[in-house]
């Protein structure tokens, strides 16, 4: 990625090796890095991050605009294989699929349109505010997620919202919405790549109410919307859940750069687990 | 459908023609209508309904809970090869990719995930209310759509919030916000294929905005959560538009049914025809 002698750890972690194609479709080796789990189930939002790499690879377009991710298995640290097709590569727009494989079975299957965010025109009407939030020093440290084996914390400042998260002190609240900064600990900028990361990575809002009783929420599906190519530091984001039907949920998420642009929206599918 | 001497449009115009299988793909032969099109155009959320049929009765699963259409050129009314690959059949859940074919060339991809709504079990927690809204008979009727051309407007009985469509007159408003009363006009009970549709029928409401001069806005991605089989009468719809971003744009809907529940949210990247 242009640096020498060193790189950033969500890089490194989304390193592919080409390996041609084949009935149309781009090859591509990757090992999937226990460095982005939650206990021990690596995270989805990385999971899209490394998919839309070679989605955007396979392309030759820099910017995710959209991209679905659909969670078939709970993928594992180690080797796997990503293939590509391409459905349509217009002008302005292409969009492809992709498939994460290890151990011969499929863990994801993701679709996603990609573009030039940078070549992007026309108006703009923003009625979406940044969350408040006290600058990060005065928020609460930690991603306080659903376990306390969370190597994702060691990879990510993450930066709550005081108050926001409850079911750590066992005091469940009716609010399922968590707000908070976020960026990586190793100084690696944000940028559109790295907003598929961070739309997963907050802990689901959903545990703050009283009627979700196990700490997993699998996610079935994930969807972000890249609006904007953001400032490098800190993204700053909230995560709500208002709807949960009989046990599944839907999780939204806007996210907005340093400066307070909007430049990501998302929605999840999960469900808590019993 | 199990009728006799009739059928509703809905299904006729769903109707698949299994052509076995090749190569792992589930083939079908389908017949794209021209009376769900607004303008020249068949309505996105009619040909999510299509594929959406095709995707369970591939995976012989009867509900979607989400799927997500990638649009990639118009359709037109005629023949068309619907395919179908199954990435996973698992006990609860089942996701397909379908694609839709029209004279050799892809109009779009969608990626599904399906199963059985009548078996989800697990808690409810409804933080989202159906839009305050007269009684149909107090709406204003019909679609008012962005073009006068409205085939649509014959298949669906549309009810908007008096004074909530603004561009029709002239008057453009700050508020991108629209919601209504929507049932099939033959009668046809509203169920969760249905809500694929429902969620792209209403008009746009970005044309409320003062920056939204053309009326075309065609949508790059659908996503619909179904959560919930609905009751067969009016649904009771929201769609609303937050963020206009350099031309692209979000639209959340939230579908409730006659009886106040909430059976489906949806999402959509659209982009403002320059």
Chains 1, 2 share one sequence.
Not at 38 to 53: D, E, F, K, Q, S
Not at 57 to 63: H, K, R, S, T, V
Not at 192 to 197: E, I, V
Not at 200 to 225: C, G, Q, R, Y
């Amino acid at each position: 990625m242009g640096m020498t002698g060193m790189s950033y750890e969500l890089d490194r972690d989304t390193t592919l090796t080409p390996r041609g194609e084949e009935g149309g479709r781009h090859l591509f080796d990757a090992e999937v890095s226990g460095g982005w789990s939650i206990g021990t189930a690596p995270n989805g939002g990385y999971l899209a991050a490394l998919v839309g790499r070679a989605m955007g690879e396979a392309l030759a377009m820099p910017d995710p605009f959209t991209v679905t991710v659909h969670f078939l298995r709970v993928a594992v640290p180690g080797p796997a294989r990503i293939e590509i097709e391409i459905a349509r590569r217009g002008r302005g727009h292409g969009t492809a699929v992709a498939r994460l494989i290890q151990d011969g079975q499929e863990v994801l299957r993701a679709l996603g349109t990609f573009g030039d965010l940078a070549t992007v025109e026309g108006p703009t009407v923003v009625r979406v505010s940044p969350p408040p939030l006290p600058p990060p020093d005065a928020c609460e440290a930690g991603r306080a997620g659903p376990t306390s084996v969370l190597p994702i914390a060691e990879r990510v400042d993450m930066r709550m919202r005081p108050g926001a998260v409850t079911w750590t002190s066992g005091q469940k609240s009716d609010d399922a919405e968590l707000a908070g900064w976020a960026r990586f600990r190793d100084g690696r900028p944000t940028d559109a790549l790295s907003l598929l990361f961070f739309a997963d990575a907050f802990p689901p809002p959903v545990l703050n109410l009283e009627a979700a009783s196990s700490p997993w929420v699998p996610t079935l599906e994930l969807t972000i919307h890249v609006r904007a190519r953001p400032a490098p530091g800190w993204v700053r984001a909230v995560f709500r859940t208002r709807a949960l039907v009989g046990g599944y949920l839907e999780e939204d998420g806007e996210v907005f750069d340093e400066t307070g642009a909007l430049v990501a929206m998302s929605r999840q599918l999960a469900r808590l687990r019993r």
